[in-house]
Every structure is written in C-alpha cells, then in structure tokens.
C-alpha cells in the first residue's frame, strides 16, 4: 500500500509499504478521508513530537475509514463498519488516569499513520477511542473529532459558560474552532487574528469582533476596548504558541479572569508576565493538552448532530499522492486565501 512516512524536518516522503495486519483485539481499516492538522504542521516543521512519534515513522492522525478486517477477540465492530479512529487511547490504571487526567496519562498510546491507504488501530484504541459513524456523516466530518476534542476539553477546563467574554487569539484550525464550539456555547467571542484571509473566518465560525493586529497600534488595548467596560475578557484562549501571544493573553483577560495557554511552544521557550498583576489580579492561568475519552465523545456528538459547520473547515481536498506537496505549502501561506484543513482521501477524490 502507500503511506506517507516521515523522515525529519520537511522530508515527507510517499512509499510502499507492507498491509499491516490486526493482532489480537486490533482493527485495520481502510482510511477513507484524512485531514491536515496544525499539530502534523508543527511536526513535519521540526521533524518530531517528543510524544507522539519518532520519524521515520508513518504521518497523519486525523481519519476515519471502514472496517477492512477484525482481530481475534473483537466483538464490537465488524468488517465493513464505517469508524472514526482516535488517534489515542489512556491505560485508565495510572496515577494520572485514576486522579481524572487520563489526557496526561503516564503510558498515553498514540497512533499515527492516517496518510495512507490502512492503518492498524491498536486493541487499546479500538476498545476506548473508536466510535461507528453514522450512514449520513460524511468521513472527512467524522475525522473532525479528534482536534475538536482537544477544543472541547480545553473550553471545559476554562469554566465557559453562556454569556461569558472570550477572546481567542489566533484563528488557525484550532482558533476557529474554539471561535465555533464557544459560540455555539452563547460565548461572546472576540477574534484576534494574523492575516486578512482570517477575518470572514473568524466571523464564518461565531466570532462578533474580529481584531486584525496589524491595523492597530496597541493589540492588547484594542483587543480589551472590546471586552464590557473594557476590563477585559473573561476568558482568553492563547492557539498560537509564540512567546508574544502568551503575554498578551494574560494582558488581555480580565480580574479573576481564565488564560489558557493551548498552544504549544517548543521545549525551552521562556515569557516574562507581570507577577504583580497575576496576584493582584486574581488570575488564573492554565494550559490544556490533548483530550479524554469523554471529551472524545461530546466531540463526536457536535459533528453527528450537525450543529458544528464541518463543511467549512474543509477547505481542500486531494488524493494522497498530494500529501508531500500539502504539507510543504502549508509551510509557506501567503494569505492570500483561506485555508484550513485539506482532506486527503487515499482513493481519490470523490466526485
């Protein structure tokens, strides 16, 4: 079969690889749709994830497919089954996973390899993380659920409820998608965005002000001008992962207000806050990784009831021997039109 395996920095390269074959408790199945993903961005950048894999290794997490053949012992899916396959799965016996953080599980399972045309799903995932998708969800919809769980837990740890402020900084896939979900929530959102492409984006997903940075002077004054009373947001969502963006967001949010710092910089990267004003403040700052079972679930549940616009998240669509070029474009956006996840469908494109 072909699969896309990663090398290092920026070597994604296509090549022919053996079927792999259910062991006990194991599925494979046939990807029908995979979709690009900030996090496959930032690995293919850096040519690793400290967690997830070590290249050479096959790329891609974001799938769902059909049920191509059962492992011994599974009795819960049956070959021609249409699933969505997480791209991980807790031991639910650790210390982490028995004080309710199984995202922070200390034997996380993680799976890669969704460019490409089967992927085996490891016993644990199938038991834990796979979920049948209805007849009428689209695949390249159903494989939504993994981002959109991490988004899911992340606006829960804030404590977002109905009428709360949020400001969401950067609307790359996961920005807009935390613009979507708060919305859909009665959050009053507030974008704060990059690129000129990102503003009807923003707006398109549940944004009612959208600030670009580069047509004010003082980001963090104009982005707390539009807060009630201008005493900032109640909640701030960092989904950029640069030093600058960290500390706007704790500028940004108001007395007693919730940072969360959901992107993710690389190992070492430091930032200065104002003690003063985060203890006299009252503010609390959090950092929100990855999803749970649970959150996994209601994720599943906002794609299945087509209340989340997964049409317009997908925004491109190409066959697999395209992935290489994807990738590297991704690396180099001009702005110039709005893109954020491209279906690859390892069959061809559907007509």
Partial sequence: MTAAVLYGKQDLRLEQVAVPRPRDGELLVRVKAALTCGTDLKVYRRGYHARMLKPPMRFGHELAGIVEEVGSGVTAFH??????????????????????????????????????????????????????????????????????????RGLEESGAKAGDTMIVIGAGPIGLMFMHVAEIAGVHVIAVVKREDQIDAAKLFGASSVLQISSVDDVVAAARALTPQGRGADIVIEAVAIPATWEWAVDMVRKGGVVNFFGGPPSGTKVQLDTNRLHYGDITLKASFHHTPATCRTAFELVTSRRFKCADYITGRVGLEEVPAVFARMMNRSGSSREIKTAVFPAGVPE
């Avoid at 982490?96 to 199984?102: A, I, K, N, P, S």
């Avoid at 199938?126 to 991490?150: R, S, Y």
């Fill in 79 to 152: 070959k021609g089954d249409r699933v969505v396959a997480l791209n991980s799965a807790p031991c639910d016996v650790c210390f982490f996973c028995t004080h309710g953080q199984q995202n922070l599980c200390e034997d996380l399972l993680f799976n890669n390899g969704a460019y490409a045309e089967f992927i085996r799903v490891p016993a644990r995932i199938v038991e834990k993380n796979t979920l049948l998708v209805p007849d009428d969800v689209p695949f390249e919809h159903a494989a939504l659920t993994e981002p959109l769980a991490c988004v899911v």
